[in-house]
């Protein structure tokens, strides 16, 4: 035990031996301090292995991914690219069903919720032609009518054709002027005689698109005449003439009655179809697709709509008053030219028409009962929220029935409860049977 001891105190000493002091052998203190300095790198050995191993990994699994990323975008985006394609066609084709549907008329015979278009019906053939194919077509009728009535004919275009009024006033009573001269003078030359060059004609008369034909129709023909020029020289000129023919003075009052026919008459203007409509009671009643004939808008409105998004700009700083802002509604109105119109019968039947859309209601009213069994039934028109209409003087776009409107009729209670008084069988409904034979359903 005592020499146990002893070695452990001599090596306590060895270790706590100061600069000056000599180890002993035994420590090996020299072989230990390189150890003690080379210990760490030589252990960081495999770490840098295992860390180049795991990058290695690491690069063959995003080397691995790589190689197919780009195929694979490339097939997403042949993918899309066949997505779109497919979806475009789709959208074209059902564009192309749509136009054709507007184009021809359902085959089976079901009416759409709404008209296709605006028409018109030519006074003077009786057809009745869309709103855009309108003018075209009176035109032409005027044009076939010269074979019939030349005289008739020429008076149509002057009328029809120049829009100005005022100016188309002014040259039919200067017209008339000088056929009264002829008519009052025929002895006198100077009367059958009218030179075309002459500044109340000029500004007068022969701007007017269709009076040349008229002159030619009621007997007069072109001629040049010699006229003596004015002055010191005696030299003659030429101008142009509208001369009567000299057969023409033994019929006068052909004249006169061409005369007549000018001042009277008026503008050829077709009329609005009303495209008379019945339906079976339908949920859909209140459903309108109308078409753009409906929003079309004169160049003269356009000007306007810019004008009024202008003020627009300005009003909205503006504490407007009640009348103003019922004034900006009335002028949002005025914007449509035409509406459809519906009125829902107590039986559920539904009586649809067009009209224009600063046409009085009282023209809603006829329409009604033009359609009825019994025209002499009393009755009235309910707009939206039951109010009644009234005042048959007020326009649609007065009364806010524009563009579209679904109004309800109510019969007068106290002539329904004597009809049903008197005992007497009643029809299943009001409205004529011819109208009831062609009935349609709301889609």
């Known amino acids: 035990m005592r020499k146990f001891f002893q070695e452990i105190k001599a090596d306590l000493k060895f270790k706590t031996a100061g600069p000056g002091q000599k180890l002993s052998e035994p420590s090996r203190v020299p072989k230990e301090k390189p150890k003690a300095e080379a210990a760490p790198k030589p252990r960081q050995g495999p ?5 180049m191993a795991a990058a290695a990994a690491l690069a063959r699994m995003e080397l ?31 564009l192309c ?19 296709s278009g ?10 009745v032609v869309r709103k855009d194919k309108k003018e075209k077509h009176i035109r032409e009728a005027i044009q076939s009518y010269f074979s019939v ?9 002057i009328h029809t054709f120049n829009k100005d009024r005022e100016k188309v006033r002014v040259g039919v009573e200067t017209m008339a002027k000088y056929l009264d001269n002829i008519y ?20 007068r008369i022969s701007c007017l698109e269709g009076i040349h034909r008229f002159f030619q129709a009621i007997g007069f023909e072109t001629k040049t005449l010699p006229v003596p020029e004015q002055g010191k020289k005696s030299k003659k000129t030429t101008e142009e003439y509208y001369v009567l023919k000299e057969e023409m003075l033994t019929k006068l009052e052909d004249l006169k009655d061409y005369k007549e026919q000018l001042l009277s008459s008026e503008p050829v203007r077709a009329q609005l179809d009303r495209q008379l409509c019945v339906f079976k009671p339908s949920p859909e009643a209140a459903r309108f697709e109308l078409p753009s004939d409906f929003y ?5 409105e356009i000007k306007r709509e810019q004008r009024l998004r202008t003020e627009a700009v300005e009003k909205a700083s503006m504490l407007r008053t009640r009348a103003m802002r019922e004034k900006d509604e009335q002028r949002e109105m005025r914007k449509y030219n035409y509406t459809l119109v519906r009125v829902r019968f107590p039986d559920g039947y539904i009586l649809q028409g067009t009209f224009y859309a600063r046409e009085s209601v009282s023209a809603l009213y006829n329409f009604v009962r033009e359609a009825l069994r019994d025209d002499w039934l009393p009755f009235e028109l309910l707009g939206p929220g039951g109010l009644k209409l009234t005042d048959e003087n007020l326009a649609f776009n007065e009364c806010g029935l524009v563009p579209s409107a679904l109004l309800a009729l109510a019969w007068d209670a106290a002539v329904m409860a004597d009809i049903q008084a008197s005992g007497e069988e009643q029809p299943a409904s009001p409205l004529k049977p011819e109208l009831l034979s062609r009935v349609q359903t709301l889609s």
């Open 296 to 300: 079309n808008l004169t160049a003269e």
């Open 149 to 157: 009535d030349p005289v008739a004919a020429s008076i149509m275009e």
């Open 64 to 94: 691995k991914p790589k190689a197919k990323l780009p195929s694979s975008q490339e097939a997403i985006k042949n993918q899309v690219r066949k997505e779109l394609m497919a979806e475009a066609a789709a959208s074209e084709k059902e």
């Open 47 to 51: 770490t840098d292995e295992a860390q």
């Open 184 to 203: 009052l003078h025929p002895e006198e030359e100077k009367y059958r005689k009218i030179k075309l060059q002459n500044k109340v004609f000029q500004e």
């Open 118 to 127: 605006v028409y018109f019906i030519c006074p003077l053939t009786g057809a």
């Open 97 to 115: 069903a749509e136009e054709k549907d507007l184009a021809s008329p359902d085959q089976e015979g079901a009416a759409a919720p709404s008209v």
